[in-house]
Structure formats: structure tokens, C-alpha cells
């Protein structure tokens, strides 16, 4: 699950991620992760996952770890170890 998660964010954020553990992906350490692109990346997971995040889950995103998080939560899956 965590590699879909992966691939997505790579793709809408068009940087790789391959060796950083998820809480070192964080919106101040990733160039070009702004508030629209926040966006595109939240739109893109809804639409991968077929899921909708709430308000309060869009803002707190802000590391690849709590997206990884958010979204496992949401699909009843568990992120492998």
C-alpha cells in the first residue's frame, strides 16, 4: 500500500523518494510543495484510493508518514513494516 502511496506522491511532487524514511518527506524539505500543490497531491490520492480526505486531514498532511497514516486509516489497510 505504502509503495502506491509512494508512487503517487512522486508522481504529482515529480521527485524521488526511493531511501528517505516517510518522516524526513516533509512539505518544508520537499521543493516545490506548496499550497496547490498540496492540493494536487491530496486530489490524486483521493482519486488513486477512491477515498475523501476531510479538512482537518488536508491540513495535517504535511509528511509523507501522516499521508501514509491518513490514507491506510482510510482504506483498512496496514503500512508494511
Same mark, same amino acid.
Given at each position: 500500500?505504502?509503495?502506491?502511496?509512494?508512487?503517487?506522491?512522486?508522481?504529482?511532487?515529480?521527485?524521488?523518494?526511493?531511501? /528517505? *524514511?516517510? $518522516?524526513?518527506?516533509? &512539505?518544508?524539505?520537499? @521543493?516545490?510543495?506548496?499550497?496547490? /500543490? *498540496?492540493? $494536487?497531491?491530496?486530489? &490524486?490520492?483521493?482519486? @488513486?484510493?477512491?477515498?475523501?480526505?476531510?479538512?482537518? $486531514?488536508?491540513?495535517?498532511?504535511?509528511?509523507? @508518514?501522516?499521508?501514509?497514516?491518513?490514507?491506510?486509516?482510510?482504506?483498512?489497510?496496514?503500512?508494511?513494516?
Amino acid at each position: 500500500m505504502t509503495d502506491r502511496i509512494d508512487a503517487v506522491f512522486e508522481s504529482v511532487m515529480n521527485t524521488r523518494i526511493a531511501g /528517505r *524514511h516517510p $518522516e524526513q518527506v516533509r &512539505a518544508e524539505t520537499v @521543493a516545490g510543495w506548496d499550497s496547490l /500543490r *498540496h492540493m $494536487e497531491l491530496l486530489l &490524486a490520492l483521493e482519486k @488513486a484510493f477512491q477515498i475523501r480526505f476531510s479538512v482537518t $486531514e488536508m491540513i495535517g498532511m504535511r509528511s509523507l @508518514a501522516e499521508i501514509h497514516h491518513v490514507v491506510t486509516t482510510k482504506t483498512g489497510t496496514q503500512p508494511a513494516r
